[in-house]
């Protein structure tokens, strides 16, 4: 699920969570880097919009905040990644 995340496949992504098993659809949404970021945060500030709207329509934590504070807007914003809209 991360290599699908990393690598901007939003239909990879798609294709892996439905037959995932639990505990790594848990991570995907819940667990953190060593830095405390989840897979959405990585995906936003790599301006990956359409793996953003996938782990965002699967019910990644959209106010998930790491140890710095940061969220997956301020990472986008940070990153410079503020041209697209997730509806």
């Known amino acids: ?28 949404f819940e667990e953190t880097t060593n830095t405390n970021r989840t897979l959405l945060m990585l995906a936003a500030k790599a301006g990956h919009l359409e793996v953003a709207r996938v782990l965002v329509e699967r019910g990644a934590h959209i106010n998930h905040v790491a140890s710095d504070r940061t969220t997956p807007v301020l990472e986008a914003v940070r990153a410079g990644q503020v041209g697209g809209t997730i509806h």
């Open 1 to 28: 699920v991360k290599a699908a995340v990393v690598a901007n496949d939003a239909q990879r992504l798609q294709e892996l969570l439905p037959t995932a098993p639990p505990g790594i659809v848990k991570w995907a």
